[in-house]
């Protein structure tokens, strides 16, 4: 796990209080799937186990977080999940990249490749394969209390992570324990389950946002190695 | 017909190469369209809320433990392995995010709508989301506090709207055609 020293920037789809954006676009319809090529995608991330191109969600998600930013902010969502199953399904040999790239121009895609296979953040085997469900049993009592304070630890943006940016080095208080679940951290990764208690964690917004709005709590469902624990003086 | 966008085009071949390949078949992708277009929906979600609006026994099981109250419903669509109900009052508003990808409980809601998993709502709305959900059309109470759910790891929310105020002249089946997504979301009021 990383240490405070060890600050870098997060990641572009660490987006929480990230400034600049404009307005909410809604969309004039509500069709779950616009184009079918998006039902094609979501039927495709389906095929992880099939394939053994990735065995986990958080694998999943951390293969989309690898894509080239710039294809993360403009691909739109289905976008981003094709980069990230492209990646898994060359990385595992499943697909090579020279014949997905054939293929795209024969069916008049200029650009083949625009989303495709980003490098690696760090080694990366696969795992023993684990199930879709994450929760697991308790290992021993949970670290912090309810209405316990605690800080959130500095990530690093290297590897996958569900501690997001915003965060980093605030103060906050324990609203819930939701017993052992599955740690991201290590699962994206390769590097096994490792299960860690989840908590809910309530920050008031002011601590985390100084331009932020008044009266507004921010809670987060955050694992144990994220947390600090802090005096009440 | 507006120009394929290069997306399109990689997934189509990407598609044909893994139908080639025999890990997927062409109708496994009408079954995606047919399941999130028809089964799975804001529906599920507006039931639970109707329920809980005329039940109060069932409001204050599904409170408790959301997962273990919507169980019997046996609703299908996943990514709802453990759910908290969050409910608004006069004075508490709630409302909820994926700031880090678009997490959203799709057995009680579908899928997600686009402006979800854009960046706008989830750099945004952590932030400022009096602004936000007024910009998209409903404006909260003054004094009213919000709480913002940020769903980071597997626990899903969903918002029990605040009912409407003269609940007993409305049947069940006319209340679950009141709830909305967005409601349900926390950016509409129900």
Redesign the interface.
Known sequence: MAGTMNINAPRVHDLGGQAGYGAVQREPTDEVFPERWQASVFAMAGLGMVTAAWNNTDRFRHAIERIDPVAYLTHGYYGRWLGGIETLLIEAGVIDQRVLDDRSRDLGGIQAGSVAARPKLRADPMAAVSGVASKRTAEKPPKFNLQQPVVAIAGNGLGHTRLPGYVWGKKGVITAVHGYWVFPDTNAHGLGECPQVLYTVCFNSEDLFPDGEEQTLVSLDLFEPYLLGVSNA | MRE???????????????IE?G??KAE??D???LR??ERV?PLNGAQVVARAWVDDQFREDLLNDGSAAIASYQFEG?QV??L?VVENTATVHNVV?C????CYPWALL??P???Y????????V???????IS??GFDLAA?????????????RYLVLPQPPENLQSYSEDDLVALVS?DGMIGVAER
């Open positions: 394929p966008s290069p997306q399109s085009i990689r997934a189509e071949a990407l598609e044909a190469l893994l390949k890990f997927l496994d992708v079954q995606v369209i999130y277009g929906g996943g392995e453990k908290v995010v700031t880090l990808c678009s579908g899928l709508p686009k402006w998993k854009d960046p706008e709502y989830r750099s945004r952590v932030k400022e989301p009096r602004k936000v910009e998209m004094g009213t506090s919000v709480k913002v759910w940020d769903s980071s790891a597997e626990i997504r």
